[in-house]
């Protein structure tokens, strides 16, 4: 296990302005530390690239970038939130925050965790039996179980966020797998309270259930 860090090139946690999105080529060295395997995936907030730890023996990660606040919903707070949170929830079935940082070439945020070799939890039982869908069901729960119990929800569950280490028909051992759940959209009942107070009551009981906007 490794320990969550906070990474010196972050000297404050004000809201950064809106950044242009930047790739990063295959190899490409990110803060002296971070060498680019290739992108994982990108959207509207960011990117998401697999990269080798120079500091820890070439160990996978996946880091994630931040465009800037005010290009969408996501500010970096928002951003520095997500991490936090990820940092204090070791959970087995749970991809663990490893570092928290700027980019010093482009002042993007960025933060890394465990990644996870994988497929997503549909495409992993696709042609599995009952029972090995139900393990991976009950795996998924009691990471969501854990999260919960530390007073966050996780604001962006679906299938594709649900990873599974490898799928169960290629096991011979009837172990379906370990499945993981990533990309965290989290929120306490705080930040819960801050969205509902800056939306509006409408907006936002639209989206969530009654219950978590009274915490």
């Known amino acids: ?13 004000e809201s950064s302005s809106c950044l242009p999105q930047i790739d990063f080529a295959a190899k490409e060295l990110i803060n002296g530390r971070y060498r680019v395997v290739r992108t994982l995936g990108r959207g509207g907030m960011g990117q998401v690239y697999l990269v080798e730890d120079s500091h820890e023996r070439g160990r996978l990660l996946a880091l994630k970038t931040l465009l800037g606040g005010s290009c969408h919903g996501m500010s970096t707070e928002d ?14 079935n749970i991809a663990s925050a490893s570092d928290f940082g700027r980019i010093t070439a482009t002042e993007h945020f960025f933060f890394t965790s465990e990644f996870v070799d994988g497929v997503n939890i549909f495409e992993a039982t696709g042609d599995t039996d009952q029972g090995a869908f139900l ?15 530390h007073g966050f929800v996780h604001n962006d569950l679906k299938p594709s966020n649900i990873l599974v280490t ?19 959209g989290l929120f306490s009942p705080e930040n819960l309270r801050q969205r509902y107070d800056k939306q509006g009551a409408d907006e936002m009981s639209t989206s969530l259930p009654s219950h978590l906007l009274s915490l």
Not at 1 to 13: I, L
């Open 166 to 184: 490898r799928q169960p028909q290629a096991t011979s051992d009837g172990n379906p797998g370990t499945a993981k759940i990533i990309d965290f």
């Open 1 to 13: 296990t490794y320990p969550a860090r906070r990474s010196s090139v972050v000297s404050s946690m």
């Open 79 to 92: 951003f520095r939130v997500e991490f936090a949170a990820l940092s204090r929830l070791r959970h087995p």
């Open 135 to 149: 393990d991976l069901l009950c795996q998924s729960l009691r990471g969501l179980d854990w999260i919960h119990s």
